[in-house]
Structures are given as C-alpha cells and as structure tokens.
Nanobody
Framework: QVQLQESGPGLVKSSQTLSLTCTVS??????????WSWIRRPPGKDLEWMTA???????YYNPTLKSRTSISRDTSKNQFFLQLTSVTPEDTAVYYC????????????????WGQGTQVTVAS
C-alpha cells in the first residue's frame, strides 16, 4: 500500500518561498505509468492541481502557477518536493501530495493515493 506524507512549514510570510516535501513509502516514485503531484485546496474552494513529476522525471505544471512553481525529486530518498515562490495570502491552502496515472496527471479525480495534507498559511 502506497503511503504519502507531506512535511514543511505551516506558516510562510508573503513574498517568501514555500517549500514542501512528500515522503513516499510502499512504492517507488520511479515506478512506471505513475505521476506524483502536488494538489491544493484553498479555503472554500475546489481542489487545484498544481504540478506533477512522472516516473522518468518529466515535469508538468498548471499554466496559472507555472511561473512560480517548481517540482523536483530525490529518488534515493523516495521523496519529491514543491517550491512555490513569491507567495501571497491567496496561496493559503491545505497542500496535498498524491499519486495518479501519468496519462491523466492533471485529473484530480483520478488520483488514488493521497497524503493527509498539510495546512499552509501565508501571513501578509
């Protein structure tokens, strides 16, 4: 059973960079056919897919966030990472890491394995 766990600061100041880590157990992030994503839910809003990295290291970004978002990984630690630059209070959300299928990396409804989520608040 694949398990994912997010970690990172719960509070970030405006204009700073948010950095989060997802630690994966029970499955390799290099396993074929899968995409590993960051997804967030701002308060009172729907889930928003942000970015994904596939088993071969290819990266994909939501166009609305692409200029501020970076995804990377450490295969030796079975971890992948999110960096979101120049944050504002509008980036306040619960941030999730999740596993889906590479062919449908942006379809949040198809993600079968999720971390518990981590609340990130951006202070103005």
């Amino acid at each position: 059973q694949v398990q994912l766990q997010e970690s990172g600061p719960g509070l970030v100041k405006s204009s700073q960079t948010l950095s989060l880590t997802c630690t994966v157990s029970g499955g390799s992030i290099t396993a074929t056919d899968y995409a590993w994503s960051w997804i967030r839910r701002p308060p009172g809003k729907d889930l928003e897919w942000m970015t994904a990295i596939s088993s071969d290291g290819s990266t994909y970004y939501n166009p609305t966030l692409k200029s501020r978002t970076s995804i990377s990984r450490d295969t030796s630690k079975n971890q992948f990472f999110l960096q979101l630059t120049s944050v504002t209070p509008e980036d306040t959300a619960v941030y999730y890491c999740a596993r889906g299928f590479a062919a449908d990396y942006a379809r949040v409804a198809l993600y079968g394995f999720w971390g518990q989520g981590t609340q990130v608040t951006v202070a103005s």
